[in-house]
């Protein structure tokens, strides 16, 4: 007799979840869900014309969507807006929240790095922001420049600084997320390298190419040193994710970013935005954490469930 029950419970637990399996997790997850993407502009969806990964996310799932990223957002900001307690309503209330954070933090370092350098070699007193503003108008003077000091950044003290106040601020941030709602989905991405696919641009002009491999190449450590951070995380939820677009935007099949070199104008734009087709790959990656963190509901809804039907059985059969 034992064995026949023990073979029924078998056969109602494998259908049980074959059933859960098939469910789409578009319908699974649907429904009043409040959603909150925190971050900087990569969350903004600046610079784009059509729906950034937070709206796409809010209209795949049917979420209800609060935008609170802002433009320039840092760790340090961030933080200062949760201690304020300007967003603990909105954190509150979220059953998802996403968060696109770092980015700003390592390339405001590096302006004033940068700054620093220049003005010790120029006799200059320039600051971090118009450093900024000039590269971003493509002074080619400034651009050249930048490339022969980039490869020393991550070791000056601007780097240290600001890699040690993001891990501090960022364990902050998820601490005062899980500690305001423990059951919220948090989802944060990996940083990305914006200028991978730029030496390949260049691979026609002599001496551009090098030079926009120095580009890669230093930014490439230093967002490699950023997610070393990030997915060391303080956290034990189970609701707690890290979505890797590094890896995403890595094995791309075309420029996921607006940073490009036009050979026939001369011209290179650092805009290290996501373009419409890194936002679709963000989208991806953060709907695969978000059907994954559903799945585990729906198994540890399926287990509750079935848990009290499986001891009544055994019972029965003592």
């Not at 026949?4 to 009043?32: D, M, R, T, W, Y």
């Not at 651009?143 to 601007?158: E, H, N, R, V, W």
């Not at 001369?266 to 991806?284: Q, V």
Request: proline content about 3%; overall charge negative.
């Amino acid at each position: 007799m034992k064995n026949s029950l023990i073979k029924k419970i078998l056969s109602f637990s494998l259908a049980f979840f074959l059933v859960i399996s098939f469910i789409p997790n578009e319908i699974k997850a649907a429904g009043e869900k409040n959603y909150l993407a925190l971050g900087d502009s990569i969350s903004t969806g600046y610079g784009l014309s059509q729906n950034s990964f937070v709206e796409q996310i809010a209209e795949k799932y049917g979420y209800n969507l609060k935008n609170s990223a802002a433009e320039g957002e840092t760790s340090q900001s961030l933080l200062d807006k949760l201690n304020s307690n300007s967003l603990k309503s909105d954190i509150e209330d979220a059953d998802v929240i996403t968060l696109t954070i770092g980015g700003n933090d390592l390339i405001n370092a590096l302006y004033d790095f940068l700054a620093e350098e220049y003005n010790s070699e120029n006799a200059t007193s320039y600051n971090g922001d118009y450093i900024k503003e000039e590269l971003n108008n493509g002074n080619l003077t400034i651009i050249l420049f930048a490339a022969g000091k980039i490869s020393t950044f991550m070791d000056s003290p601007q780097a240290k600084t600001a890699l040690s106040n993001f891990e501090e601020n960022l364990n902050d941030i998820i601490s005062y997320i899980e500690t305001n709602n423990p059951d919220a989905w948090v989802i944060i991405t990996t940083q990305y390298n914006p200028y991978k696919f730029l030496p390949q641009q260049g691979k026609d002009e002599p001496g551009m190419e090098e030079t926009l491999e120095l580009i890669n190449t230093s930014f490439e450590q230093g967002v490699q040193q950023l997610n070393q951070v990030i997915k060391n995380v303080n956290t034990r939820s189970s609701t707690f994710a890290v979505a890797d677009v590094y890896e995403r935007f890595n094995d791309a099949e075309k420029n996921p970013c607006n940073a490009t070199y036009d050979i026939k104008e001369g011209k290179l734009n650092l805009d290290f935005h996501p373009n419409a087709y890194g936002h679709e790959l963000i989208t991806d990656m953060i709907a695969g954490k978000i059907d994954e963190l559903q799945f585990v509901k729906d198994q540890d809804e399926a287990l509750n469930l079935l848990n009290p039907t499986l001891m009544k059985i055994m019972e029965m059969d003592e």
